[in-house]
RNA sequence: GCUCGCUUAGCUCAGUUGGUAGAGCACACGCUUCACACGCGUGGGGUCGCAGGUUCGAGUCCUGCAGCGAGCACCA
């Protein structure tokens, strides 16, 4: 078999996923086990406005791991994929392509640049899709589903109409936060706050029929053309008289109250604070509580309304702003001016100011939909949040403070508000315009121009995806999900908003278990942004070092944030190619072999290193089984990386190489049978195979690319689940780790034999023994069991150290000679290994290497004499403990004597 | 202002019931050993941010401090 010596990624990655997807592999269906477990996720759905990145690349991986896992180890398995329409983000893409063109949405009309849209979302959503078979994300494409679909639009229509009827949504005037720039009213959530260094202005104004003034500290200059009263806290002394005075409300010429209320800090500024109902949420709020009017001096533009007064209309708000506190200072009312930093809200896609509007909008009242899902966090903590601190009280700190939420937004692009209105000013709330006719008892209907905010569909996303409003056979499956993974910064926005409606129409929450993952950084901790262009593109990296690379660094993230790092992509890079050269080995050297042969006999005919790897293969698959199911994906890469490179790699390989090689040279082949041979071959492909189904969650290309070239895979090797399936590795079964494999005293034989070996290659590194050079070994122990294991493995310690010659004694009771010229390693049990130098040894070298040694025991020997002797701990510590200390102690004590012995023997 | 996280080897990070500090990369030395130089072998490197406390025993638990960061609230 001709197998390159590099691992080419591509080819693997080209052919493979296409296969699993013709062949049905990733849909549910393909589970034939009626009474199989199922395990759902939904994709938190990427916005059709661009293309993938690194967060989409690191969610995707850990959603793929989990459902390849739980495929393999025989669930049903369904992973819904989608996209999402990205109201406002994506209008504002397609707007700025049309701005390219010399056009605009205006120009082409509603209809027009809807199409626009759509053919947008084609080719955006379709490099989405593409990027995403990239990954190896195994999702049911037959189930793909996206929030603008027709299905999907109706159960958006459904949970309008439903929470409208039960008074959980309304129409009315309220505070809003508007962008002056995209035109549309903004959730609170789609504002974010920024510091921003600016100014304080002490205003004054004049007290009606008396000398004094009031001041008020101010940011906002401008907008005192809109105040309508001044508040002052009720207990604050200076202001107790002025309580339902008049004041002089410059520029406006109008006369307006001083009000007292419980809101106002005297502590702050000058304790007395202007009151603009119209342009200021906590404004409107104290407006409301002192029925205080309105005045709206600054328009959907941000700017100055005829309200505002002749002198300023039309002027932008920031004009207005140098305007009012000039003419303040001509009138001798601007006391002072000082430099105050303040956070500012901007628009969370444009990064515009902001300006806080009273508007006619359609809002939600969440309160009320949150008080199931609070009440399922604090009596069963559902769902279970990954990690638990700090994301749980993030999550019930959020449902405990709702506000009513803005749905409307002046946007064309999204599911349009299902609202009409009749010529005589009835507003029909229905389902579609069929009904809304009919509830109306006309067809004079004008629909409400505005869509719904785009999270609105998103909240509905576990259950619309599987078929809501209908009672689907899918949402009765699938429903609730198993888990959902996430970035931190839509807790707010779209996790606790699915658990309200999912609680609302299923009476279920919508999943087991949210996983929020860490936040990948750039190599100077910055966040990844368009705008900084530090963004590192997952496309290129999968050129560079391949998918399955790439998805063991995504996979090791986990939860913690953590810098980009690009040569831990390398490192696994290096480790798949390790994988394909282990391979390379196991196939080159297949003559005869199959999977699944070779371990017929008795385990307690077996070889020592059969019987190890099997355990430790066992022991590995528990691990890393127990470790996805905990979500610690970190240690389960950590546990199959070593056990592939070290365990498998660095000694099976390399002790099965004395059989296998046999094969070739052979006069070593002498009283083996070719069946013999055939069947260590067969050991070794067996367990490389079921290494590649351990690793194939995390390493899908490269584990199929090889399970496909093993002699005797098939259909035969597929979980019973998937009977008649395509042969390929996703389908056979996840390794359970059995316990009864699991052979300790297979392991700690083994670990001495390592060690034996190690400490003959440390002799032969620091005596400076050319690699070329055969040496002998000398074992000597009192432990017959130790000589027994060293006897039947000497040929591979021979092997695995280069020596030419091997004495040990044939019984303990009559124990070898070690010449003095030797090089000596003591080993746990006081067991000696000896590797005689004459002519060769440096005498003063070795009596400093022995030294070296002996000062590492004395040094530990210290410190557990020093704990040993502590009443204390002797008393307190549990017996266990204890003596397993005093163990150790004495197994230093045996060692040491045996150093000081070796050292004598170079003594002068 | 409130809440929370992080601080471990030169770098990026693990360290899950408190019980001899780990990995990868980097570094040093030696190897074209018949799977792999994206490799093999050997080795060096840490008073676990600082100061207290609990404990027989603390990287791990508690308190305080410092630096970095996140979220929430307020911001007239």
Not at 28 to 38: F, K, L, S, Y
Not at 161 to 170: A, D, K, M, P
Not at 381 to 398: A, L
Not at 415 to 429: K, L, M, Q
Request: charged letters at 30%; hydrophobic letters at 40%; aromatic letters at 10%.
């Amino acid at each position: 078999m001709d197998i390159p010596k590099t691992y080419d990624p591509k080819q693997a990655e080209e052919r493979h996923y296409a296969n699993w997807e013709a062949g049905g592999c990733f849909a549910p269906e393909i589970n034939r086990d009626p009474n199989a477990p199922v395990y759902s996720i939904v994709i938190p759905p990427p916005n059709v406005t661009g293309s993938l990145h690194m967060g989409h690349a690191l969610q995707h991986t850990l959603m793929d791991v989990l459902t390849r896992f739980k495929r393999m180890s025989g669930y049903r398995t369904l992973w819904v994929p989608g996209e999402d329409h990205a109201g406002i983000s994506t209008q504002i893409v397609v707007e700025r392509e049309l701005k390219k063109e010399g056009t605009s949405r205006h120009e082409l009309g509603r209809e027009k640049f809807l199409e626009r849209v759509w053919q947008w979302r084609q080719e955006s959503g379709s490099r989405i899709m593409q990027q995403m078979r990239r990954e190896g994300a195994s999702v049911d494409w037959s189930r793909q589903r996206f929030t603008m679909d027709e299905r999907l639009s109706r159960a958006v229509a459904e949970f309008f109409v439903r929470c409208y009827e039960e008074n959980l949504i309304y129409h009315g005037e309220g505070m809003i936060n508007w962008c002056p720039k995209d035109q549309t009213a903004l959730s609170d959530l789609e504002v974010d706050k920024e510091a921003q260094a600016g100014k304080l202005y002490y205003l004054q104004y004049p007290v009606k029929g008396s000398a004094r003034r009031v001041t008020v500290a101010t940011t906002r200059p401008e907008t005192m053309l809109g105040d309508t009263a001044v508040a002052v806290n009720p207990s604050d002394e200076r202001y107790r008289e002025l309580v339902g005075a008049t004041l002089e409300l410059p520029l406006a010429g109008r006369e307006i109250m001083v009000v007292a209320d419980e809101f106002v800090d005297p502590e702050f500024g000058t304790g007395a604070v202007k009151v603009t109902p119209a342009h200021d949420p906590n404004d409107y709020a104290m407006g409301l509580r002192h029925e205080l009017p309105l005045v709206k001096v600054i328009d959907q533009h941000a700017r100055m309304t005829a309200d505002a007064g002749a002198e300023f209309e039309g002027l932008d708000r920031y004009e207005a702003r140098e305007r009012v506190v000039a003419k303040f200072e001509e009138l001798g009312l601007l006391e002072k001016v000082v430099d105050y930093e303040f956070s500012i809200s901007k628009c969370g896609r444009c990064r515009t100011v902001v300006e806080p509007l009273i508007s006619l909008q359609w809002f939600c009242r969440q309160a009320e939909l949150a008080r199931r899902p609070l009440e399922l966090m604090r009596e069963r903590h559902e769902p279970r949040f990954v990690p638990e601190n700090p994301y749980e009280k993030v999550y019930t700190n959020w449902l405990e403070n709702l506000h009513d939420w803005t749905l409307s937004r002046q946007l064309w692009w999204g599911h349009r508000i299902p609202a009409w209105y009749t010529e005589d000013g009835r507003t029909i709330v229905a389902r579609s315009v069929e009904e809304a006719r009919e509830r109306a008892g006309t067809d004079k209907l004008t629909q409400d121009p505005d869509v719904l905010d785009t999270w609105f569909s998103s909240a509905l996303w576990p259950i619309s995806t599987l078929g809501w409003p209908d009672e689907t056979p899918d949402l009765r499956t699938y429903y609730p999900t198993s888990v959902l993974i996430t970035a931190r910064d839509i807790i707010f926005l779209w996790v606790s908003r699915m658990m309200m409606t999912g609680v609302k129409f299923t009476g279920a929450k919508a999943f087991d278990d949210v996983f929020i993952t860490g936040t990948i950084f750039d190599k100077h901790g910055q966040r990844m942004s368009k705008s900084k262009n530090n963004g590192v593109d997952p496309l290129e990296i999968f050129d560079k070092y391949g998918v399955d690379a790439t998805r063991l660094v995504l996979a090791s993230i986990e939860t913690t944030d953590t810098r980009w790092n690009e040569n831990q992509v390398e490192s696994y890079r290096n480790f798949a190619n390790k994988i394909w050269n282990a391979a390379r080995f196991c196939l080159m050297n297949s003559e005869g072999a199959r999977v699944g042969e070779g371990f017929d006999e008795e385990r307690g005919e077996w070889a020592l290193h059969d019987r190890w790897i099997v355990s430790r293969l066992n022991r590995t698959a528990r691990v890393v089984g127990e470790a996805i199911e905990k979500y610690q994906f970190h240690l389960a890469v950590q546990t199959l990386y070593h056990f592939f490179w070290d365990d498998f790699c660095d000694w099976y390989i390399e002790f099965s190489k004395y059989t296998i090689l046999t094969g070739i040279t052979s006069e070593q082949l002498s009283g083996h049978t070719p069946e013999f041979l055939s069947e260590a071959r067969s050991r070794v492909i067996t367990v490389l195979e079921q290494s590649l189904r351990l690793l194939h969650p995390f390493m899908p290309f490269i584990t199929e690319e090889l399970w496909q070239l093993l002699p005797g895979v098939g259909e035969h090797l597929l979980h019973p689940a998937y009977k008649g399936a395509p042969s390929t590795i996703m389908l056979t079964s996840y390794p359970e780790g059995k316990a009864e494999l699991i052979d300790e005293r297979a392991e700690t034989d083994m670990q001495t034999i390592i060690e034996i070996v190690s400490r003959v290659r440390n002799i032969r590194s620091e005596m400076s023994i050319k690699p070329s050079q055969e040496i002998e070994i000398i074992f000597r122990t009192t432990d017959e069991h130790l000589n027994e294991v060293f006897g039947n493995n000497s040929a591979q310690i021979m092997r695995l150290t280069r020596a030419g010659k091997m004495n040990y004694a044939t019984h303990v009771s009559t124990p070898v000679e070690i010449p003095r010229a030797s090089a000596r390693a003591v080993l746990a049990g006081g067991a000696e290994v000896a590797v005689p130098l004459e002519g060769l040894i440096d005498f003063a070298q070795e009596r400093e290497r022995l030294r070296k040694e002996e000062e590492k025991l004395a040094k530990e020997a210290e410190r557990l004499r020093g704990q040993l002797a502590n009443e204390n701990f002797v008393a307190r510590a549990p017996a266990e403990k204890v003596a397993e200390l005093r163990q150790r102690m004495a197994d230093i004590e045996q060692r040491t004597g045996a150093l000081r012995q070796s050292m004598e023997a170079f003594a002068e």
